[in-house]
């Protein structure tokens, strides 16, 4: 009999954990009485179906004492049987008599608890009650729960990319305390677990729905997305209005980089970045791909052209093979790829070798490509002069690099208006850093959305920020010129400060050595004698005083969109006490982007106008309070009449909500992230995203110069044998080996 009780054990056992609490079902199990030797089998039994009850997160479940359980159990079944009988829903009601109703009230807390209990008692189940620690104002009890405030603070800070452990020692500074919140930890990580359980397998067809209301309900939103013919999502791309009107003046130099390791599916992230009039970053439009082939990337930078009608002057990548080729087939010829000059300089110590690197090429090289005041001609004579004096003619790299240099030699780049904007993609790799500490490699795809929409809004109140300081704040004059003061009246105080140095460097690095006038323009040469290299030399200046026309050598204002100090030096010279209409670029004036058409705020939407009131009552609430305690904060009398009325109110919706139920995490989900839950998968998630260079086991390889910078940083060990500080020990010391010959 004994085997036989552990037989049935065992099958029940395995079919136990075989079943799959996806269902979100329970196990209702009778077990007869066996014999005294088999007690403590059923025993071990019993808490294995516990425990199994728990994991399958089951409301309520069935106790079984060695008591309760053996006087319960229907005679039909045999005494050494394990039966399991009908599966039941999440939320089963007892058949019993006494059964507590919607609305019930209790006069006190002691006779609801005892009510509570002899229902469970006669249902067949356990209860427990919450946290029971007195309250400080001694009226009532705790309870283990997050309020909906808490919650809306552990999910918006989750958005900075703050855990949920981090997230409750904030909730416990904030609050006074542990007491005061509440809640556990456990509560916490409880939210984010109920959030996957939430988002399960729908992750991309939720990821489209919010995408899809946005363009909705946002004015002027642009949202693709595209599946291949497994079902699977290949990639997404969205804009919103604001990046619009950001791209209409800012687009002319564009740069984009991939990056990894942003969403647990390991799709890659590509935002498309730019420069605003006050020199900073700022993101276009975004997609998230797939894959890295000609595929994915000709659909996303066909999206991208289709969304702002209009190509780059210049868009600058680094030297991915596959963007190579797709930039050609969706472009047109006047849109110059550049290619990172930094990338390619990099490569030069390994393609020398450490030997050559100490020779002095590299340093002729790096003066060379980096040289912005030679002509296209004079770096191809400079090139073949190094080449033929380093015996390099031979060398595959350098030749291909020379056969590609109008794709990264600034030389070749002076005919492209504002090329100088942007040479390398250390702009991109910036905001990609920045991205970075908005997100992880565990968000899903809607999660990522999120944390998204959160950085774009830190970087836009920054350029709202700065139109603000511009248009409002008046800088210091220095010179009291008045085509300074025009420029400080014109330009955002960014660029002001540039102009500003280069009107003053005018006045005190700038002079003539010859002036020759022909045919009603005259050309002055002007010598700078800035120690800075970028500046220091001769220039040549034409100026013709009908128009006002000025142009110089060293072509600031075509690759930058400013006015030089040799022009400001000959404007002032001729006379000219206006700052020149003709020379003020449009991109770095102050009120260059226009105004939005729609008065939506273009990161946060409706998903539905009653969630929309609800969530803007609740800040209407905050703000008032936080109003409030500010002006009175400073008057102890008023702040108490204050607490005392707002107790009072808090009395009075005590007494009227008593039987009222808090909000459900699964409800507060839901409204957080504006889709509602599927049972049903539409389009699958991406699956086996493999990235470039990720190899065998998804590790970079490691390249000699970068392994020899890790081990310089190790430092070196002290030889015990030599007794130097040397990358060997006592037993590989050559002094030991030479020893050790000798003897």
């Known amino acids: 009999m004994i085997k036989r009780a552990t037989k049935l054990y065992e099958e029940a056992h395995t079919y136990i954990h075989r079943f799959p609490n996806s269902k979100g079902k329970g196990i209702r199990i009778h077990i007869s009485q066996p014999r005294e030797e088999d007690a403590s089998k059923v025993r071990s039994f019993n808490l294995l179906i516990n425990e199994f009850a728990d994991s399958l997160n089951i409301i309520r479940r069935k106790k079984f004492t060695d008591s309760h359980m053996f006087e319960s159990q229907p005679t039909s079944i045999q005494s050494d049987e394990v039966q399991c009988l009908e599966l039941v829903e999440k939320g089963w009601t007892p058949e019993v008599e006494l059964k507590p109703y919607v609305g019930q009230v209790f006069p006190s807390y002691d006779e609801a608890l005892a009510f509570y209990r002899e229902y ?15 309250s400080k104002k001694g009226d009532g009890y705790s309870r283990r729960r997050l309020t909906y405030h808490q919650k809306q603070l552990v999910n918006d800070v989750s958005d900075i990319n703050i855990g949920s452990v981090r997230a409750f020692k904030i909730l416990k500074q904030t609050q006074g305390g542990f007491v005061n919140v509440g809640a556990t930890e456990v509560e916490c990580k409880n939210l984010k677990r109920d959030m996957i359980t939430y988002i399960g397998e729908s992750d991309a067809d939720m990821v489209i729905e919010k995408l899809t209301k946005k363009k909705e309900y946002l004015h002027n939103f642009t949202f693709e997305y595209w599946v291949d013919s497994k079902g699977k999502l290949c990639g997404l791309f969205w804009a919103d209005e604001e990046a619009k009107r950001n791209y209409s003046v800012f687009g002319d130099v564009v740069g984009f980089d991939a990056t990894y390791r942003i969403n647990k599916y ?7 970045t730019g420069i605003d009039n006050h020199k900073k970053c700022v993101t276009f439009v975004v997609g998230l791909l797939a894959s890295e082939s000609i595929e994915s990337y000709k659909w996303l930078l066909m999206a991208f052209k289709s969304t702002f009608g209009r190509e780059p002057t210049v868009l600058m990548t680094d030297q991915d093979p596959t963007i190579k080729q797709v930039i050609p087939a969706v472009f047109s010829p006047s849109c110059r790829h550049r290619l990172c000059m930094w990338h390619i300089s990099q490569k030069f110590t390994d393609k020398l070798g450490s030997h050559m690197s100490k020779t002095g090429v590299l340093k002729r090289l790096n003066s060379l490509i980096w040289n912005e005041r030679i002509s296209a001609s004079e770096f191809d004579i400079e090139w073949q002069s190094i080449m033929d004096e380093y015996d390099l003619n031979s060398n595959n790299w350098f030749n291909e ?31 990609n850093y920045f991205y970075g500490l908005m997100t992880n490699a565990d968000l899903h795809l809607i999660e990522f959305v999120s944390h998204f929409e959160t950085a ?42 540039e102009v500003q140095t280069e009107i003053m460097a005018s006045m005190l690095t700038c002079y003539s050595i010859k002036v020759v006038e022909y045919d009603g323009i005259t050309k002055f040469s002007i010598k700078d004698i800035d120690k800075d290299v970028k500046h220091f030399g001769d220039f040549e200046v034409s100026f013709m005083k009908s128009d006002c026309t000025v142009s110089c050598s060293c072509l600031r204002f075509e690759l930058t969109g400013c006015l030089c100090r040799h022009c400001f030096y000959v404007l ?9 209409k003709k020379y003020v670029s449009r991109r770095w004036t102050k009120d260059v982007v226009p105004r939005s058409a729609s008065g939506y705020n273009t990161c946060q939407f409706p998903t539905n106008d009653a969630n929309e009131d609800f969530k803007a009552m609740i800040r209407d609430i905050y703000f008032s309070v936080d109003y409030c305690v500010d002006r009175l904060v400073f008057n102890m009398e008023k702040l108490k009449l204050y607490r005392q009325k707002v107790k009072e109110l808090t009395k009075d919706v005590e007494e009227e909500t008593r039987n009222a139920q808090p909000m459900t995490n699964t409800a507060f989900i839901g409204s957080v992230l504006g889709v509602e839950k599927r049972d049903e998968v539409t389009v699958k998630v991406p699956e086996g995203i493999r990235n470039k260079g990720s190899g065998p086991i998804k590790k970079r390889t490691i390249g000699q110069k970068e392994t020899a910078i890790v081990n310089a940083k190790k430092g070196s060990r002290k030889c015990g044998q030599c007794g130097k500080y040397v990358d060997h020990n006592a037993r590989t010391c050559q002094q030991k080996a030479n020893v050790a010959t000798s003897k």
């Open 120 to 134: 469970a008692r006669n249902s067949g189940f356990e209860i427990r009650k919450a946290t029971t620690e007195q």
């Open 266 to 272: 390991f799709m890659i992230f590509v935002p498309f």
């Open 456 to 497: 774009m809004e830190a970087q836009r109140f920054v350029q709202r920020k700065n139109n603000h300081d511009s248009r409002y704040t008046n800088p210091e004059i220095i010179t009291k010129l008045l085509i300074e003061e025009e420029a400080a009246q014109t330009f955002t105080r960014t660029v002001f400060f």
């Open 401 to 431: 690099m020379f056969s590609i240099r109008d794709k990264w030699i600034p030389a070749y780049f002076q005919d492209c208006h504002l090329s100088r904007l942007m040479r390398t993609t250390s702009r991109s790799k910036g905001e």
């Open 572 to 580: 002032r010279m001729s006379g000219v006490e206006h700052f020149p």
